[in-house]
């Protein structure tokens, strides 16, 4: 359970700037990269949306920063309501959210209402060599109205969860764990995300 259940309930007992920071950028693509739940909430989220995003593509991430208790932060996503993240999810055709899930299994879980992209995302990722699939979990698939994968203007996007396993592949730690940094499976990964957006 969520200790908040909207973003204004959040913001009423958490302090911007201490307890989460947003940041966004705007592109001149039909897409925006977020991620709902980055920093300290969802780690390493934050990170690949910005890359996938770049400067083509409209960047969006609400990280926790507290430190600790970060997933005290977590609202979720069909009632992620944040309204710098909507008016971010408004202005393109189309929003992919990147989240983080747990598991030991390197993989990525997809949902969202875009069927079409979520399978050519599914189908390059599979041919980098990823692990991929449509998300098993009934809780995690993205097919409601209001989640904010969907709320860009087209009604329907993508969202990837990446399992735990996966992502502290995708970094290497450093300075005992507290900072991850990139490597090679990283750029591989944004790469080839990024391949389906220039199609």
């Known amino acids: ?22 940041r966004l950028r705007s592109g001149l693509s039909d897409f925006a990269i977020i991620a709902p739940h980055g920093g300290k909430i969802e ?15 409209s960047f969006y991430s609400f990280d926790g920063v507290k430190d600790k ?6 609202i979720t996503s069909d009632r992620f309501d944040e309204p710098q993240a909507l008016r971010v999810a408004g202005n ?10 747990k598991g030991k299994k390197d993989a990525i879980y997809t949902g ?25 979990s009934p809780t995690r698939q993205g097919m409601g109205m209001n989640n904010i994968c969907n709320r860009g203007r087209s009604g329907q996007g993508v969202q990837l969860e990446l399992t735990q396993s ?17 490597n090679e499976l990283f750029h ?12």
Not at 44 to 54: K, L, M, N, P
Not at 166 to 182: D, Q, S
Request: hydrophobic share 40%; glycine share 8%; net charge neutral.
């Open 166 to 182: 996966l992502r502290k592949r995708i970094f290497n730690p450093v300075n005992g764990g507290i900072n991850w940094i990139p």
């Open 112 to 136: 969202g209402l875009d069927r079409i992209l979520e399978q050519r995302i599914l189908d390059v990722l599979h041919t980098a060599g990823f692990t991929a699939e449509h998300d098993p």
């Open 188 to 199: 591989l990964l944004v790469q080839t995300i990024r391949a389906v957006l220039a199609g």
């Open 92 to 101: 393109v055709k189309t929003v992919i959210a990147i989240h983080g899930a």
């Open 1 to 22: 359970m969520d200790k908040y259940s909207s973003f204004d309930e959040l913001r009423r007992c958490e302090i911007e700037g201490h307890d989460y920071r947003i």
């Open 43 to 57: 780690r390493g989220t934050s990170q690949i949306a910005d890359a996938i995003a770049c400067a083509e593509h």
């Open 69 to 74: 208790n970060n997933h005290h932060l977590h």
